[in-house]
């Protein structure tokens, strides 16, 4: 069954430092999402992306966030200057297509838990 | 805005009783309905997932699921619980060309 992969599993940073979050969606599928999960609370929506550009992001999506996918086949999330509040499960995920006939379903990623010390 | 809400924050029940979690949500117009289950240290699984047609859906180990369209709810049901259902369960709504937008989460407990 194919599966969006994501790398690295856990990721330890210094407060301040670069990090980027690295994900390979589902080969034909075109949406692609970041999500977040900070411990003991709900799933946040921080970014979609498609045909190459942001389709939409969250307030929580500032300046310090950026998402990319290079080569067609990653989609990563880079924070520029981590903050501790950035400490967090973050999952990609990825959708087929949108639209009432097309299958909606969002496959996720594993996670990556980010501790920012 | 856009919400989703989960009635309880923590259910807690013995092996083979009958769970119901409640999910409202706030939309009008079409929406598509899932629910997804994390179990303890994993990634988001899709139980079952509503686009249209029956209101009663059915998932995978043995969930079931109906969409009370007057009522803006998808309330999530087992009529018997084992110990390995203990999990986070977040429903989730998204409508046409939008992103998914979460509820909080309920988290089951089973107890042996």
């Known amino acids: 069954e194919p599966e969006v992969t994501q790398t690295p599993s856990h990721q330890v940073t210094q407060m301040g430092q670069e990090v980027i979050l690295r994900c390979v969606p589902i080969s034909n599928h075109l949406y692609f999402y970041w999500y977040r999960q900070i411990l003991g609370q709900k799933v946040e929506f921080l970014v979609s992306?498609?045909?190459?550009?942001?389709?939409?992001k969250s307030e929580i999506f500032d300046d310090q966030f950026s998402v990319e996918r290079p080569d067609g086949s990653n989609f990563t999330l880079k924070i520029r200057s981590t903050k501790l509040e950035d400490s967090a499960m973050y999952f990609c995920?990825?959708?087929?297509?949108?639209?009432?006939?097309?299958?909606?379903?969002?496959?996720f990623g594993q996670g990556t838990r980010l501790t920012v010390v | 805005a856009q919400s989703v809400s989960q009635h309880n924050h923590h259910v807690i029940l013995s092996e083979a009783a009958s769970l119901e979690l409640g999910c409202n949500y706030s939309y009008g117009g079409t929406v598509n309905l899932f629910w997804y289950v994390q179990y303890p240290g994993q990634h988001l699984q899709l139980l079952l997932k509503y686009f249209s047609g029956d209101p009663l859906v059915k998932g995978i180990k043995g969930f079931e699921a109906e969409f009370i369209k007057s009522k803006f709810s998808f309330n999530l049901r087992k009529p018997s619980v084992q110990w390995s259902d203990t999990a986070e369960y977040f429903c989730?709504?998204?409508?046409?060309?939008?992103?998914?937008?979460f509820g909080p989460g309920t988290r089951l407990s089973v107890l042996p």
């Open positions: 992306f498609y045909n190459n550009e942001i389709s939409e």
């Open positions: 989730a709504v998204n409508q046409r060309g939008q992103n998914f937008v």
């Open positions: 995920a990825s959708i087929l297509g949108q639209g009432a006939t097309v299958n909606t379903e969002a496959f």
